[in-house]
C-alpha cells in the first residue's frame, strides 16, 4: 500500500528580508515590483513511499531534507505539485517544539499528545507506557525548563512513538541522546516497523541510516538526486563529500528509479 | 466553512489542552495567581471613579458612579484585553506553529477562552457590586446572554484578523493599541451615550462596542431594553466580521509556517 505520494513538488522560500512593515508592502505595492529574494528549497521532487518502508533521508545542510518533512507533515504547503499522505502521522520535527517550560511533564505528556492529534482519553490510557519508556519518572511533576535536552527528547520521542501512528516522521532530533537512548528508540521504531508503520527520518549520521533503513533518499540543494539501498547511497553520499562535484543536480543519478521505488 | 468546523471540532481536546496551558502559564509564578482577574478591573475601576466620578462629575443617571463606571469596564476590559494578548497568539508560538500541524485558529481561539475566564470573574464582581448597592434588577436580565453571544463573535473575529495581521505585518502590534484606545473612548465606558450630541449619534451608533455597552447598561443598571436598531446591527457587523475574519484567516494559515 502506498503511504506516501509526492508529484513534483517544488517548495519556495523568501529570503533576506521579509516585508513585514507596511511601509514596505506599501512601497513593493507602488512600485508594482517585488523586492523579495527567493530560494528554492525543493525542486521537482516525485516519490512514492510503501507502507513498512523507513525511508532515511540524507544529505548536506540546506539539501531541502528538513523542508520536505515540513511539507510531508502539513506544516506548510508546497509551491507547486501534489502531496499525499495516507493515515495518521506523527512528526517530531524540531527538539521540544510541542512542549512549554512552565509545565511539568505530566502536563506536556497531554498538550504533546493533543498536538500530535491525540485524544486526551488516548494519552491517559497511553500514559504509563510513555513514561516509562522515557525513563523521567522521578521527574514527572517537574517543569520541563529543568530538564537537560536529551531528557526532553526521550519525553517528545517516547508521546510520538506510542501514539499509533501509520507514518512517524523525525527530523534529526536523535543526535541529542545518548547513545543507550538513541539505540532504544532504533529498537522501538524498528518494533513499530515490525508492526507495519512506516516511517521517514533524516539524519547526518549515515550508518543509522545504513543499518536501520530499508531505503535511502540523497537530496543536494533541493533535487533528489539518488534513491535506493542504504548502504549504496550512503557510500555515495560519504563519496561526494570529498569530491562535491561527483553529482551533478541538475540531470540527478539514480541508484534505481526514481518515484518507482517498492 | 463546515469542513473548519469538522477539523477544529476533531481538536477539541488540543484547544482545551492549550487553554489550560495559557491559564496555567499565566498565573504560573505570580505571588497572587487568579486573584488577578479580579484586582485588575478593580484597580481600574477605583482610578477611573477619581476621574471621571470625582473630577469630571460625568452624569450617571442617579446609578452609583462605580456601579455605572464597572457596568461599561467590564465588558470592554474583556474585547480590548482578548485582542490584545490574541495579537501576540501565533507569534508568540512560532515553534509550535512550524513544527505542529493543527488547526491554527486554536492559538487565537485559546486566548479568547482564556479571557472569559477572566469576564467571569469580572461579571462576578459586577454582580457583587450591583448586591452592595441594592441596586434592583428585573426581568430585562434576559437580553445580557445575548448582548454576551454577540461581544464574543465580534471578539473573536477580531482577535482571529488581528492574530494573522501580526504575522505578516509587525506594524500591527503598534496599530492595536492604538485602535484599542480609539474603541475606548468611543465607546460609552466612562461616560452616559446621552452625552453624545444627538447629531453625531448614528455615526456613534455604526461602533458595535457602543451599542452594547450602552445595552449592558440600560438591561442590568436600568431595568429598560435598549433600543433594538443598534444592536441588530452590532449583531450583524459581528457575524459578518466573524465569517470573513475566518475565512480569512484559514485562507492564509498555510504561509504562517513560512512567514514567522
Known sequence: MQMILIQEVSKRYQVGKLTTSLKEAAAGWLSGRQAARWVWALRDVNLSVNAGEAVGIIGHNGAGKSTLLRLLARVSKPTTGRIETKGRMAALLELGAGFHPDLTGRENIFLNGTLLGLTRTEISKRFDEIVAFSEVESFIDTPVKHFSSGMTLRLSFAVAAHLNCDLLLIDEVLAVGDPSFADKCLMRMQHLRDQGMTIVLTSHNLRTVASFCSRALLFRGGCLVADGQPAEIVGLCENSTSRSEAIDPRHGWRARGVGAAG | ?260
Open chain 2, 1 to 260: 466553512m463546515t469542513e473548519y468546523w469538522r477539523s477544529l471540532f476533531k481538536s477539541r481536546d488540543l484547544l482545551y489542552t492549550w487553554t489550560l496551558r495559557e491559564l496555567k502559564v499565566r498565573y504560573a509564578g505570580s505571588l497572587l495567581g487568579l486573584a488577578w482577574a479580579l484586582l485588575y478591573p478593580l484597580a481600574l475601576l477605583l482610578v477611573s471613579m477619581m476621574i471621571f466620578a470625582w473630577f469630571l462629575r460625568v452624569p450617571t443617571s442617579g446609578v452609583p458612579a462605580a456601579l455605572f463606571l464597572y457596568c461599561g469596564l467590564a465588558p470592554w476590559l474583556f474585547s480590548s484585553n482578548t485582542i490584545q494578548s490574541s495579537a501576540f497568539a501565533l507569534f508568540a508560538n512560532l515553534q509550535l506553529v512550524k513544527n505542529a500541524s493543527f488547526p491554527r485558529e486554536i492559538l487565537p481561539l485559546a486566548t479568547v477562552l482564556v479571557g472569559a475566564v477572566d469576564l467571569a470573574v469580572s461579571a462576578a464582581l459586577l454582580a457583587g457590586l450591583v448586591f452592595y448597592y441594592r441596586c434592583p434588577v428585573g426581568s430585562t436580565l434576559l437580553l445580557v446572554p445575548v448582548l454576551v453571544v454577540i461581544q464574543l463573535v465580534l471578539t473573536l473575529a477580531l482577535c482571529l484578523f488581528v492574530s494573522a495581521a501580526l504575522v505578516f505585518y509587525r506594524d500591527v502590534r503598534f496599530l492595536v493599541p492604538i485602535a484599542l484606545q480609539f474603541g475606548l473612548y468611543l465607546s460609552p465606558v466612562f461616560y452616559p451615550i446621552d452625552v453624545v450630541p444627538l447629531r453625531g449619534r448614528f455615526w456613534y451608533l455604526l461602533n458595535p462596542f457602543a451599542a452594547l455597552i450602552d445595552g449592558y447598561r440600560h438591561v442590568i443598571l436600568f431595568r429598560t431594553w435598549p433600543a433594538w436598531q443598534p444592536l441588530v446591527w452590532a449583531a450583524v457587523v459581528s457575524v459578518v466580521a466573524l465569517v470573513a475574519s475566518y475565512e480569512h484567516f484559514k485562507r492564509v494559515e498555510w504561509e504562517f509556517a513560512d512567514r514567522i
